[in-house]
């Protein structure tokens, strides 16, 4: 998936994106750029939900922790935008995001950018760039609603939610552009940990609406306490081996690690 040949040097463009907020977009995003790094990768990330800054405040806290350790590890390049509330101001701020992403391209490997939980110019330019999006969907049957229009009496499925309607507009762009295939991956994020019946019936519905959609589907990060306590200081269950922080692996993480690079692995698979 990322373009390791001499030239042109294009980067892989990920976008991290639900219409939805409190999906885990941004523990995915981290997880993802420190694993990639982690392979040698040079990694941007955008931050596009500036307001809230969740992505942002993940990087600030793991460099601060490098310097109060006096350690190195993986920190991808941060570039953190919010919306511009002056609309005479939009057009040119969205001008200098699409510049300073194409201008990524040419710098790096993969680009990452965590988007806004809503939908504004800033989430709408970011799908513009993507090459894979990932969208994180929790275990709620509620949260199905923007993707499709679902009747639990009777499971059939009707006509597409607003984030998946706008999914498509942006595929149907892409073929009228001649750009390449949109590879769109929904992941089962913040899941909980018990085999309930509402978390299976919402995977058989992603599953039945990746056939009509176009997407691929694949369980995620469950609902783990400790990507939560790892935030404040900025890691990842991928750190968690390195010998400077010595921090003992307990179950949990080993679980966790297990679930990132499962993760992972389904969204770049080994050529």
Known sequence: MINTSPAPHRAHTIVVSNEKGGTGKS????????????????????????????????????KKFCRLKNIKLPIPTLFTYAPQEDSSLIAANRENISSR????????????????????????????????LITPMTDSLIDLNVMADIDLESATIGKPGHYAAFIWDIKKQMAAEGRGYL?????GNKTSNYNSKNKSAVFEYLERLGKLF????????????????????????????NPAIRMKMTMSHLAAKREVRSVAEFICPEE
């Open 101 to 132: 992403i194409n201008e990524l391209r040419r710098e790096y490997d993969a680009i990452i950018i965590d988007t806004p939980g809503t939908k504004n110019y800033l989430f709408d330019e970011a799908h513009q760039h993507a090459d894979t």
């Open 214 to 241: 176009g997407f691929r589907f694949t369980p995620g990060l469950k609902d783990r306490i400790i990507y939560k306590e790892l935030f404040l200081e900025g890691l990842t269950v991928l750190d968690m081996q």
């Open 27 to 62: 523990t995915i995003s981290m997880h993802l750029a420190v694993m990639l790094m982690q392979e040698g990768f040079s990694v941007a990330v955008i931050d596009l939900d500036g307001r809230q800054g969740t992505l942002s405040k993940y990087i600030e806290n793991r």
């Open 183 to 187: 590879n769109w991956i929904v992941v």
